[in-house]
């Protein structure tokens, strides 16, 4: 029964792989058809069932008119991504750790209630906010700048660092903080002394999820963007015209989607040492 | 002075509100006012944008097509989830990198992966058809079909989240206590009767985590649908937060899609809070 | 001096009622109550990190309500092994003395010594994950008292130890708390033989309430009620009714043979007290065995006698069927006499 | 997107030897890939005299390559020629309203130069900066059709800089129509000769006869007909131009799409309704996956070889026509087919034509337009002059993804297409279906209106609603009609009805 069993399961995992990477797969083979080869049915392996060109690729850095230019976006995505990120973190960990520890009462408003505060920002669909961010921005001269940009996706992004901090810290025991004060910290102290030199992993998968849901939002950087900031899936929509270069827009999906893709060698290995077992509950 | 527990939560509180209000109260705002294409501005036209929202049929149908594909997609998710993070969770051969590979999808763009997978469904030229053909299945209506639009949605959507359930539910198993382990092994408890009554309990309180987290996140959807279908054919595909988007981007009715977008929030939060309780009596056996 | 007067919480799970007692220094005082008693609850309050609902805390005469739990010199080791996982074994017990503004070698320096004095030597550089549960507990301890705090709280320091552990930490104990002689020391437990052993003073709890305080000894020779009388012995007295008829102590129905000199007075419904090694195998007394369990290298034989239900301790292992019957004889010598309200009335002829 | 990073030291190269560089390359500017530097007042010449160093221009164009690349392809040469940075920005062509909107409407000055769909005119006219007397008067303009420049013009005044040309037209295999073997094959399915279709009704017998066999011998299936039918996505245009002969007679004026007196909709009229059944009907000849098909596809499928007909821009035909493609000069292109029963609304009865009546759907297409908002007109206007002038023009009329199309006199030349390397007899069917549309009297025009996203959302809902199966044309479209006089209701009949009259003007042959 053992041997069938593994057998099977593999078969299994194999049949998932396959359908995790085939889109992969499928557009690193468009990347290097042309018209022709797009055009005459599904065509799969370079060579033999088409000729290669490199243009879907040479096209995403050349420059003139059908150069895309990924670089500037790329950069522009990362450092939103990246500065939206850390702010949400900061934030966000400080508040769920208030949450975790301490209990707040205003009215009839609860801790479970302020939590929930933070949590349902995620579950305002973005167009509802489009306009008013966009006459927001206007306000303060932000629209179409990286700044604009980070104070939106800190409201983005700020509910998910709460919504995995406040788990994880509720996974370690307070009577760690407690020890801390006892043995002569501030409240404050304790925190940063204490807790957050034991709060690795959650910091971790807070972080990644901040990156991914940042680095894969399409909406607000859609709005509120003009010339000057483009982000990357911005532009890469940019290139769906009627008539769609699908090689350049192959490549471009997939350089852009491989920062991210390395984060799962990361995340996998935190997972497997079980240190990001409190970083959900 | 500052107290400790406000200096810790107050800094986000009042940065979210901060961000959160205008746009909140201005659509608030909006909502009671006719703004659209010709007329940008804040009249008061009352209650009428509730009104006309209330006899819109496709904004209510659309609602219910969303119950019904968050519903499929999140529990496929789950399920799916569940199964593979159990497959990889003892140590195995090859076990990372299928964990790194089941992970990927979940940090690839929607928008963009979704105009990929729609050159795979693409019925003539794309591979999923060709694929099918040998071994003699179709050509599959994929994205032409009220049910193969929904179906390919569907299957894109399970293809980018479960990888979200897989690392939750993953990463619980891996920190289970080994006591009830042992405990059901001495019993001579079978693997299924060891899961049911050891594994699936334990991991309760992460499984409706999860899935609450899902089903926020799956109400939202958008992108999918924006590049794949546009909502077609038909209505097939239209959820509440295209079909808003329709209305408040496309038509550019501001007024009335601001009264659809806060209906819409508020049942949403409705929604979840029920569903967060159900699930936490069902799962848990307690009250939240 | 450390006094409570008529403290009070509101705590969700443990409400403390009207607690009083004045702690004085250089004693060490062990709390005695169930799991949930009150007892963590009263040592979270005296530190400072629970609120008083109602009643007043002082230190040498100082309220400490507003003192926050940094500034109250106290320290604590906890039923848990807490230590900083982030520190190594000597950066953990350094942490208080570096908050207090030891200079970082000053601080090493009596960090090495208290890891001494609890047997660590040579694992200052492990980090605390490593060590066994016993280990990491000297750790605490040895942060615990590295401090020389004016107030030292433990709360059940041992219970998460194996039996081992705890035997040979408990015999360690008055070594290493002497550490902080000039001190108070409270000192939680669910074990009345180590809250004896240790204790100065023993203050008893149950449902949030100090039921009794005092010397241990005669708390355990005259406890004020059957609660107290139930806390106190481990395995626990055996209540069984009875009454005083004519002069003589009735249980079910029998009359008991007079023995030890008690004084019987007035008749009426009465709880007798039966201490567990008040029982022994041999005698007149029909029995049956209800279950037989081991306790290290005693015996605990609980059995149904025709007046009820009573625990008996024997020394050594003994082999029992369930629903085995047997005959055993009570040594009335020990035997404590309560109220039908639970006081106890015990009194024994000074001959006796 | 695109930003043109380098352009700055390049263009502070130029302009550091400009004057002399100038004079020097006047005789070669083939380096931008036009044959040659054609006289005028936005020639290379004369913009390269110009010094707009230190000055930025923002530009919102379409997604690349439609439009979106001969945009970024300009803007660069501008940029090189008088060292102003040139922003662009594409964005896919459903959400490019939006993008231009938003900013209209809160006051921002987001974009100098637009490039957009010509049909919103009526929503953007508020905010458009008129097109000077220089440029109307310029010798390039004076060339564009009178349908364009009608197009472009909003109460007797050019806001819209005209940069292409478009229009519906039938696109069909001529592989295909002149092979006896078909022919045979179609006589005996019908009965009837092989034809190009001339009503509807044919259109959708022909497509269903070569629908679902290997018409063309190369391994894979062909069908009947491939036409943009994926809601959102332009699909509202391919019903206008099936629906236009019933509904349009050339009889009546005063308003195709509403009754411009009482701004009642006509939309689900038996005019109306008759074009949605044949279009439901004509799904049976689709390719798999034709009622998903965007512009995109249908381009791909006829363009591919996929599809005996279809009918939509000009971009599947030139698809079809590049260099390299597997059906270069297999086809040909004819006005789009008509009615011989069209539905008079006067006198609430079907006429018969012997002729089948033509109603040539004049198509909104790709517009320009600088805003008046921007602080640079002048450099704006200057850089929409180049981009259309007559150089660049015939450049971007090569190149089949750029997406531009005719709409100068001088383009319906069919020596010029048959110097790409057409045939003769293709070149002249393009050139004159394409000329003879601009003569019809019969034309209709898009619904030029406030609101028209809304319209044409509704509408293309509607369609999509019988498409699918989930409603009869004529639920469907009564529906429309609701949801139309609702909108009608809120934006006011009155502000509709006064921007309506300029298409009317242009239907009615006033304008």
Redesign the interface.
């Known amino acids: 029964m053992g041997r069938t069993y593994h057998i099977i399961?593999y078969l299994?995992?194999l049949v998932?792989?396959a359908?995790?990477?085939?889109?992969f797969l499928?557009?690193l083979s468009?990347s290097f058809k042309d018209?022709?080869a797009?055009?005459?049915?599904?065509r799969?392996l370079p060579w033999v069932e088409f000729e290669p060109s490199v243009q879907g690729w040479t096209s995403l850095f050349a420059?003139?008119?059908?150069?895309?230019?990924i670089v500037?976006?790329f950069l522009n995505s990362a450092s939103v991504t990246l500065l939206a990120s850390i702010v949400s973190l900061g934030?966000?960990t400080?508040?769920a750790?208030?949450?975790s520890?301490?209990s707040?009462k205003v009215g009839f408003v609860k801790n479970s209630d302020?939590t929930f505060?933070?949590?349902?920002?995620?579950?305002?669909?973005?167009?509802?906010?489009?306009?008013?961010?966009?006459?927001?921005l206007?306000e303060i001269q932000a629209?179409?700048t990286i700044f604009g940009l980070v104070?939106?996706y800190?409201?983005l992004l700020?509910?998910i660092a709460?919504?995995v901090m406040t788990?994880f810290f509720a996974s370690i025991?307070k009577?760690?903080d407690?020890?801390?004060?006892?043995?002569?910290?501030?409240?404050?102290g304790a925190?940063f002394r204490?807790v957050l030199?034991?709060s690795t992993a959650g910091l971790v998968v807070a972080g990644m999820f901040c990156l991914?849901f940042g680095?894969?939002d399409?909406?607000f950087a859609?709005?509120l963007?003009?010339?000057?900031t483009?982000l990357?899936?911005?532009?890469?929509?940019?290139?769906?015209?009627?008539?769609?270069?699908?090689w350049?827009?192959?490549a471009?999906?997939l350089i852009?989607?491989t920062p991210?893709?390395l984060?799962?060698?990361v995340?996998?290995r935190f997972?497997?040492r079980?240190s990001?077992?409190?970083?959900?509950? | 002075m500052l107290k400790p527990k406000h200096f810790f939560l107050l800094p986000a509180l009042l940065t979210l509100a901060a961000i959160i209000l205008f746009p909140l109260v201005f659509t608030v705002r909006v909502s009671f006012s006719s703004w659209d294409v010709y007329q940008a501005g804040l009249d008061f036209i009352g209650g009428r944008n509730y009104a006309r929202l209330f006899e819109d049929t496709r904004f209510w149908e659309s609602l219910l097509r969303l119950s019904g594909m968050s519903l499929i997609t999140v529990t496929l998710q789950y399920v799916l989830g569940f199964a593979l993070a159990l497959a990889v969770w003892k140590k195995m051969r090859g076990g990372r990198i299928f964990r790194v590979l089941f992970l990927v999808p979940m940090m690839t763009t929607p928008v963009v992966m979704s105009v990929i997978w729609r050159t795979v469904f693409h019925e003539s030229l794309g591979p999923a058809n060709d694929l099918l053909s040998m071994v003699g299945i179709g050509p599959v209506p994929w994205l032409s079909s009220a049910a193969g639009a929904f179906i390919s949605v569907v299957i894109v959507e399970v293809w980018q989240w479960t990888p979200f359930m897989f690392l939750l539910l993953l990463a619980g198993l891996v920190s289970l206590p080994r006591e009830p382990y042992l405990a059901a092994a001495i019993d001579g408890a079978s693997p299924a009767r060891t899961f049911w009554q050891v594994t699936f309990p334990l991991m309760a309180p992460i499984s409706i985590g999860a899935i609450i987290i899902r089903l926020i996140e799956a109400s939202k959807i958008m992108d999918t649908v924006y590049v794949m279908t546009s909502g077609g054919p038909g209505t097939a595909t239209e959820t509440p937060s295209y079909y808003i988007y329709i209305r408040g981007l496309r038509d550019f009715q501001v007024g009335y899609s601001a009264a659809l977008s806060l209906a819409y929030l508020v049942l949403m939060i409705i929604t979840l809070t029920i569903i967060a309780k159900v699930l936490m009596r069902f799962l848990v056996g307690k009250e939240t | 001096m450390l006094s409570l007067k008529n403290i009070s919480t509101t705590h969700r799970k443990r409400p403390l009622c009207n607690l009083s007692a004045e702690l004085e220094s250089g004693k060490i005082y062990t709390i005695l109550g169930r799991t949930g008693a009150g007892k963590t609850e009263l040592l979270r309050i005296v530190m400072g990190l629970d609120d008083i609902a109602d009643g007043h805390l002082e230190l040498d005469g100082q309220n400490l309500a507003d003192r926050p739990v940094r500034l109250r010199q106290m320290s604590m080791v906890y039923q848990q092994f807490i230590n900083y996982p982030h520190l190594t074994v000597v950066q953990n017990v350094a942490f208080p003395l570096r908050r207090q503004g030891f200079s970082r070698a000053d601080a090493h320096d009596r960090a090495m010594a208290a890891l001494a004095l609890v047997g660590l030597a040579g694992f200052e550089h492990r980090m605390p994950p490593e060590l066994s549960g016993g280990q990491q507990q000297r750790v605490a301890i040895a942060r615990a008292i590295v401090k020389k705090a004016r107030i030292l709280l433990m709360d059940e320091p041992l219970a998460n130890l194996d039996y081992k552990l705890r035997e040979k930490l408990r015999e360690e104990f008055p070594r290493l708390l002497a550490e902080n002689a000039d001190g108070i020391i409270l000192y939680s437990t669910t074990e009345p033989a180590e809250a004896m052993q240790l204790g100065h003073e023993m203050i008893v709890m149950h449902e949030g309430c100090i039921l009794a305080m005092g010397a241990p000894a005669d708390i355990f020779e005259n406890p004020a009620t059957v609660e107290v009388a139930k806390l106190v012995s481990d395995p626990p007295v055996s209540i069984c009714h009875g009454e005083i008829a004519n002069g003589q102590l009735m249980l079910a129905g029998t009359a008991l043979p007079e023995g030890a000199g008690l004084v019987l007075k007035g008749d009426g419904p009465i709880q007798v007290g039966i201490r567990p090694d008040a029982l022994s195998i041999g005698g007149d007394m029909p029995a049956k065995v209800v279950l037989a369990e081991f306790s290290g290298s005693d015996t605990i034989v609980h059995l149904s006698l025709e007046f009820g239900a009573a625990v008996m301790l024997l020394e050594g292992i003994h082999e029992f069927k369930t629903d085995q019957s047997i005959q055993v004889s009570l040594d009335t010598s020990t035997l404590l006499l309560f109220s039908a309200e639970g006081k106890n009335i015990t009194e024994r002829r000074s001959n006796g | 997107m695109k930003r043109i990073s380098s352009t700055l030291t390049i263009a502070a190269m130029l302009t550091s030897t400009a004057m002399p560089a100038a004079v020097q390359a006047e005789a070669d500017y083939s380096k931008y890939g036009i044959a040659k530097d054609i006289p005028g007042s936005c020639s290379y010449a004369a913009i390269d005299a110009k010094d707009y160093s230190g000055q930025t221009l923002n530009v919102i164009t379409h997604a690349i390559p439609v439009i979106g690349e001969p945009t970024a392809l300009h803007a660069e040469q501008f940029s090189e020629l008088t060292g102003a940075e040139v922003n662009v920005v594409h964005v896919p062509f459903g959400d490019l309203f939006q993008r231009i909107m938003i900013p209209f409407q809160s006051g921002q000055n987001a974009y100098d130069v637009l490039f957009y769909a010509s049909l919103w005119i009526g929503d953007f006219n508020r905010f458009l900066a008129p097109v000077p007397e220089a440029y109307t008067a310029s010798s390039g303009m004076a060339d564009v059709t009178d349908s364009f420049k009608g197009v472009a013009t909003w109460n007797g005044q050019m806001i819209q800089y005209p940069m292409d040309g478009d229009r519906h037209y039938l696109k069909y295999r001529t592989d295909v129509f002149d092979n006896p073997e078909m022919q045979a094959k179609f006589k005996e399915a019908t009965g009837r000769d092989l034809a190009v279709p001339t009503t509807w009704e044919e259109y959708n017998e022909v497509a269903s006869v070569f629908s679902g066999f290997d018409w063309d011998g190369d391994g894979e299936l062909n069908y009947g007909s491939a036409e943009v039918a994926k809601r959102d996505d332009l699909m509202f245009s391919a019903f206008i131009s099936r629906a236009a002969p019933y509904a349009k007679h050339p009889d009546v004026g005063g308003g195709f799409f509403f009754d411009i007196e009482t701004m009642e909709p006509l939309i689900n009229t038996p005019g109306f309704v008759r074009g949605l059944e044949l279009f439901v009907e004509a799904q049976q000849a689709f390719p798999p996956g034709g009622t998903n098909f965007g512009l995109g596809d249908e381009i791909f499928s006829f363009g591919g070889g996929q599809t005996l007909m279809s009918y939509s821009w000009d971009d599947a035909f030139i698809q079809a026509q590049q260099d390299g493609s597997r059906i270069r000069n297999a086809v040909g292109a004819a006005p789009l087919p008509g009615a011989k029963q069209v539905w008079n609304r006067e006198t609430g009865e079907w006429d018969s034509f012997d002729e089948p009546n033509r109603a040539p759907y004049m198509t909104w297409g790709w517009s320009s337009a600088v805003s008046k908002e921007s602080e640079n007109q002048e450099m704006a206007f200057d850089f929409l002059c180049f981009f259309s002038n007559e150089a660049n023009t015939f450049h971007d009329l090569q190149i089949g993804r750029f997406g531009v199309n005719p709409y100068r006199d001088s383009h319906f030349d069919s020596a010029f297409w048959q110097g790409l390397g057409w045939d003769a007899d293709v070149a002249d069917s393009y050139v004159t279906t394409l000329s003879e549309m601009e003569d019809s009297t019969n034309r209709v025009y898009d619904l030029r209106v406030p609101g028209v996203g809304q319209f044409m959302s509704s509408m293309a809902n509607g369609v999509a609603e019988a498409l699918a199966g989930q409603k009869s044309p004529q639920e469907a479209l009564d529906g429309v009609a609701d949801e139309w006089s609702d909108i009608v209701e809120r934006i006011g009949a009155d502000r509709l009805r006064e921007a309506y009259a300029n298409v009317v003007r242009l239907e009615d042959n006033e304008g």
């Open positions: 399961k299994c995992l998932w792989t359908f995790v990477v085939f889109p499928w557009a468009t018209a022709n797009v055009t005459s049915g599904a799969y420059s003139g008119s059908q150069g895309i230019n500037t976006p934030l966000g400080l508040a750790y208030g949450l520890r301490y707040y302020i505060f933070f949590i349902s920002q995620r579950i305002m669909p973005p167009i509802v906010l489009a306009i008013p961010f966009f006459l927001m206007k629209l179409d104070i939106v800190v409201a700020l509910p709460v919504w788990d025991p009577e760690l407690e020890m801390a004060m006892i043995d002569g910290c501030t409240p404050i925190f204490v030199p034991n991914i680095w894969n399409f909406f859609f709005i963007t003009f010339t000057e483009q990357l899936p911005v532009a890469i929509v940019s290139l769906n015209s009627s008539v769609t270069p699908w350049s827009l192959s471009f999906a852009s989607v991210l893709a984060i799962a060698i995340v996998e997972m497997s079980g990001l077992a409190g970083a959900f509950r």
